[in-house]
């Protein structure tokens, strides 16, 4: 059985890695509001993505990416603004991505897991791939990403958004 399709107990659902990522944004607002936006300008070392703010768009772009291809539509660039390394615009983008990102899963046919959508990707070109994992990937992407950031943050000497794991997540909608 593919992990990413939907049987009962034995999978983590798409929609659990959205939501996850829609309280991710949450935290991360919270935190954001506490502070001044200098963290933004962290260097990462990373030449594609220098600076945090950098980073924080690239985590969240292939959510909606991803379900653009999914949902057979022309992908979506973030908007042309001049404060595009400000924090609201940042989380502003975030919204859009987690939620097309879940537009596209409730939009999946469940009767199809294995339908294939293409997908131009930065390392492996053009490539063919199930609609579930490419969502799932996005989800994973933007995690990633969002980890490393914690990481950068820990090292500059700045504590970084707290109970931001999976687990606490799934703890709390076990206690709703």
């Known amino acids: 059985m593919d992990s990413t399709e939907?049987?009962?107990?034995?999978?983590?659902?798409?929609?659990?890695?959205?939501q996850w990522l829609r309280r991710q944004l949450e935290i991360w607002d919270d935190w954001?509001?506490?502070?001044?936006?200098?963290w933004l300008e962290l260097e990462t070392g990373n030449s594609q993505w220098p600076a945090a703010a950098d980073l924080l768009m690239h985590a969240f772009t292939p959510l909606h990416r991803y379900?653009?291809?999914?949902?057979?539509?022309?992908a979506a660039d973030?908007?042309?603004?001049?404060?595009?390394?400000?924090?609201?615009?940042?989380?502003?983008?975030?919204?859009?991505?987690?939620d097309r990102h879940r537009q596209a899963i409730e939009q999946l046919?469940?009767?199809?897991?294995?339908?294939?959508?293409?997908?131009?990707?930065?390392?492996m070109g053009r490539v063919k791939a199930r609609a579930t994992r490419c969502l799932a990937h996005a989800s994973t992407h933007a995690a990633?990403?969002?980890?490393?950031?914690?990481?950068l943050l820990r090292r500059a000497g700045i504590d970084p958004p707290q109970r931001s794991?999976?687990?606490?997540?799934?703890?709390?909608?076990?206690?709703?």
């Open 32 to 38: 954001a509001a506490e502070r001044s936006e200098d």
């Open 109 to 123: 046919d469940p009767g199809d897991p294995g339908r294939l959508v293409e997908l131009d990707t930065r390392s």
């Open 78 to 98: 973030p908007p042309e603004s001049g404060d595009g390394r400000s924090w609201s615009y940042i989380h502003d983008w975030g919204q859009r991505c987690i």
């Open 67 to 74: 379900a653009d291809r999914v949902l057979d539509t022309a």
């Open 6 to 18: 939907n049987a009962q107990g034995a999978a983590l659902e798409l929609i659990d890695l959205n």
């Open 165 to 176: 794991d999976f687990l606490y997540w799934g703890v709390d909608q076990e206690a709703q």
């Open 144 to 151: 990633w990403h969002l980890g490393g950031l914690i990481h």
